[in-house]
């Protein structure tokens, strides 16, 4: 079974700080990706990346950037969090255009 | 750009009952279609992947068909169950195997 893991199912931050959100996957997929989940808006793409050191914007950049360093691990970082990326973060990886596989997720709250 | 909807948005049927769960999407460029099951608080499970070529695709009680050049994709789940309880979303995938996800329709199977 694919297993998709997120470094934190809660996390609690203040304005300003720096946070990363670390996924790691463990069936040597190619693609990875991060979205964020909020209610009556759904799952938005922030970014993906299909290989090592390779990433591509999603629909909603703005505010966050991307790591991919080694092919099973894709790190989500908020350069200064606002309380408005307080949110659902969910990580997912994929082979090609096949499913995509989801971690638990991470909800994060920025006061 | 893919926009996505989901109809009903929420749902609350009696157990035992057969159901379908209805998806639009205004792009028919896609490679494939996927739906996802996820509960509370929690990550998404895949339950479906129809490819653009195919009609319908099945796996136990559910039965999911796609009519790609009308934009239309049906989840039908068969003698539903409180188990079954939880939101599901679909979402086409495009270029850049990107998924562009619905908000999904909230399910609740009552005893």
């Known amino acids: 079974d694919v297993k998709v893991t997120q470094s934190s199912r809660y996390l609690v931050k203040r304005t300003g700080e720096k946070v990363f959100l670390e996924c790691v996957q463990d069936m040597d997929h190619e693609n990875m990706f991060w979205y964020r989940q909020d209610p009556g808006l759904g799952l938005r793409l922030i970014y993906f990346?299909?290989?090592?050191?390779?990433?591509e914007k999603g629909d909603i950049p703005e505010g966050y950037s991307v790591s991919r360093e080694k092919k099973e691990r894709f790190s989500l970082i908020l350069e200064s969090a606002s309380t408005n990326q307080t949110s659902m973060y969910l990580c997912?990886?994929?082979?090609?255009?096949?499913?995509?596989?989801f971690g638990p997720g991470t909800r994060l709250l920025v006061l | 750009k893919q926009e996505v909807t989901q109809i009903p948005a929420a749902l609350s049927v009696p157990e035992g009952e057969n159901l379908v769960l209805n998806c639009s999407f205004t792009d028919s460029a896609i490679y494939n279609l996927q739906w996802f099951r996820q509960d509370p608080g929690k990550g998404l499970t895949s339950l479906l992947l129809?490819?653009?070529?195919?009609r319908e695709q099945t796996s136990g009680r559910l039965n999911a068909s796609l009519d790609k050049s009308s934009g239309r994709s049906t989840l039908y789940i068969a003698a539903s169950q409180p188990g079954d309880s939880a939101t599901y979303l679909c979402?086409?995938?495009?270029?850049?195997?990107?998924?562009?996800f619905g908000t999904g329709t909230q399910l609740k199977v009552e005893l």
């Open positions: 129809i490819q653009s070529s195919q």
């Open positions: 997912a990886s994929s082979f090609g255009g096949e499913t995509q596989y």
């Open positions: 979402a086409p995938l495009g270029g850049g195997n990107k998924l562009t």
């Open positions: 990346s299909y290989d090592v050191k390779m990433k």
